[in-house]
């Protein structure tokens, strides 16, 4: 049963891998906040501060988790936020059709709005019952488990709401605009047109 969802290409390691690029930031719950921009309904920046995403509503869901390195994590459960949760809160203009996910230290990775919104998708900040660990993306982390791992970006501080497709930290280095690991979308020099913004 496990085999049948790996994509092509991925395997099941022993244990579970921790990658990440920088160093792990410091959580600092009296200045942090999650702030909405960009092309927001209103045309204004919405902000929660830690106490106030601390309280939003969460649910569970059991999500395989693919990384580009060719490891899949299968079966994690994770517990979070959807992003419709937060789309209440902080509407986007009927125009947008693409988000940027961005973290600490500038980190970003751009999804099609259809993947934000995909039933997977979750800000999560619990993993197996637990809060997530700090190397593991604590306090909140995206989970976009359909498309490669480097799209579900740790150490989460914000959402740009995007009329226009841009790319993100990855996406600028090289690899695939959209990151579909079922049909191996690991390198932007495999992009079909119309897969990325250029």
Not at 46 to 69: G, K, Q
Not at 106 to 127: K, Q, V
Request: net charge negative.
């Amino acid at each position: 049963m496990e085999e049948s969802r790996l994509p092509p290409g991925q395997y099941v390691p022993r244990g579970r891998p921790v990658i990440h690029y920088g160093r792990v930031p410091t959580f600092k719950p009296e200045t942090w906040d999650f702030r909405v921009f960009g092309a927001t309904a209103s045309g204004e920046e919405h902000a929660l501060r830690w106490p106030e995403f601390e309280r939003l509503p969460r649910i569970t869901r059991v999500e395989d988790f693919h990384c580009v390195t060719k490891f899949s994590l299968m079966a994690n459960e994770w517990r979070g936020v959807t992003p419709a949760t937060i789309m209440d809160i902080a509407p986007p203009d009927p125009g947008v059709r693409h988000v940027m996910i961005w973290a600490e230290y500038g980190y970003s990775a751009n999804l099609r709005m259809s993947d934000f919104t995909a039933p997977g998708t979750l800000f999560a900040l619990e993993l197996d019952e637990k809060p997530l660990s700090p190397e593991r993306g604590y306090p909140v982390r995206i989970v976009v488990p359909h498309l490669y791992a480097w799209k579900s970006v740790k150490w989460v501080r914000g959402i740009e709401y995007l009329l226009e497709d841009r790319r993100g930290f990855w996406e600028e280095r090289g690899y695939h605009n959209i990151a579909d690991p079922w049909r191996e979308q690991r390198y932007s020099y495999q992009e079909e047109p119309g897969e990325g913004p250029d």
